[in-house]
């Protein structure tokens, strides 16, 4: 598996990194970001055709849930991208199936591994995962559903990949920024030191043709 270290802090570090990582051609067309929230990675994309960020709540262009079907037309766009978004649905597997409907030909997600050292030690020491986690005392606006490994994130992508008829043309795993030391441990305990994976699907010629 690839390896790779985000640029920088923060999510803007974090979207730059995947931007460059996976080929110019991807970002070119019609992009749909599904869990934009403040639609940063429009802001980063100067070479695409058209931009759409939907989400649950407002600065988004489009609001929309996607485990309950997204507004648009199969094959509306050439790549839907979802980072760090899946966990955050009761439906995984419709969401999933979502995005891969409203694609033309790619799909970009991420899903974090929770099973990272640094996640494992708040555990240990009695800490919340994230503000994500948990049982708030009021109802949460969002929060996240699934408590992934990076071996189920693998299986569910290989596994939903065959199933709808999808090419997995890049995969990485993601270390946190300046985790220099453990990009050389991360193929002996990637479960241990990575933060995120990340893959490149593309719709096979059969299934762009039958959704045109």
């Given at each position: 598996m690839k390896i790779a270290i985000v640029k920088r802090r923060g999510e803007i570090g974090k979207l730059q990194t995947v931007i460059e990582l996976l080929p110019a051609e991807?970002?070119?067309g019609r992009i749909l970001d599904v869990g934009c929230r403040g639609g940063k990675l429009g802001k980063l994309l100067l070479n695409s055709l058209f931009y759409c960020g939907v989400d649950l709540f407002p600065p988004a262009t489009v609001i929309a849930n996607v485990e309950r079907g997204l507004p648009f037309k199969s094959c509306s766009f050439d790549c839907v991208v979802a980072l760090d978004v899946l966990e955050h649905t009761d439906d995984i597997y419709r969401a999933f199936e979502e995005l891969v409907r409203v694609s033309r030909k790619f799909i970009v997600i991420t899903l974090p591994n929770c099973y990272e050292f640094r996640l494992r030690w708040r555990f240990l020491i009695?800490?919340?995962l994230s503000g994500k986690y948990?049982?708030?005392p009021d109802r949460p606006l969002d929060r996240h559903r699934w408590l992934i490994s990076l071996k189920d994130a693998y299986d569910f992508v290989h596994f939903q990949a065959n199933k709808l008829g999808l090419d997995i043309l890049q995969e990485f795993y993601l270390l946190g920024?300046?985790?220099y030391l453990c990009k050389m441990l991360a193929n002996l305990v990637p479960s241990l030191?990575?933060?995120w994976y990340l893959v490149l699907f593309q719709r096979s010629k059969t299934e762009e043709k039958a959704g045109m």
């Open positions: 991807v970002w070119k009695g800490r919340r948990g049982l708030p920024h300046r985790r030191l990575v933060g």
